[in-house]
């Protein structure tokens, strides 16, 4: 069964697709960007849009009974090369060692977003 977990704190989009789905104790986050409550886009530098991008995600995570330590994949889309030095050492202040599997791919972000990350975590305590 699939379950659509979110809470009043969760971002919204007017795009077709729900923040999370969660099947078991597994979730998966759709990709979060630098975007407010309501989902519209937050222009910003690489480092204020993987910020907001990574509190989103926490959000989403913390919303459906997980949180960012429980997160045991992402994907990470960083439109520009040049930002990978940053991206790794903000990578590091939010996930700890042992780190998530990861993914990041460069060149695949529109021009109005530097950043974007998905991410499959475990429900803790759920044995649906």
């Known amino acids: 069964m699939i379950e659509y977990p979110k809470d009043a704190s969760t971002p919204t989009s007017n795009l077709p697709f729900s923040p999370c789905t969660q099947v078991g104790n597994l979730l998966f986050v759709s990709g979060q960007a630098s975007v407010d409550s309501s989902g519209t886009i937050v222009p910003d530098?690489?480092?204020?849009?993987?910020?907001?991008?990574?509190?989103?995600?926490?959000?989403?995570?913390?919303?459906?009974?997980?949180?960012?330590?429980?997160?045991?994949?992402?994907?990470?889309?960083?439109?520009?090369?040049?930002?990978?030095?940053?991206?790794?050492r903000l990578y590091a202040e939010f996930f700890s060692a042992p780190y998530p599997a990861r993914t990041t791919i460069t060149h695949c972000l529109p021009d109005v977003l530097r950043f974007e990350i998905e991410c499959v975590a475990v429900v803790p305590g759920s044995n649906r």
């Open 45 to 88: 530098t690489f480092e204020g849009e993987m910020r907001r991008s990574l509190e989103n995600l926490r959000i989403v995570l913390e919303g459906a009974g997980s949180g960012l330590k429980h997160v045991v994949n992402t994907r990470n889309y960083v439109r520009d090369p040049e930002d990978l030095p940053a991206f790794n």
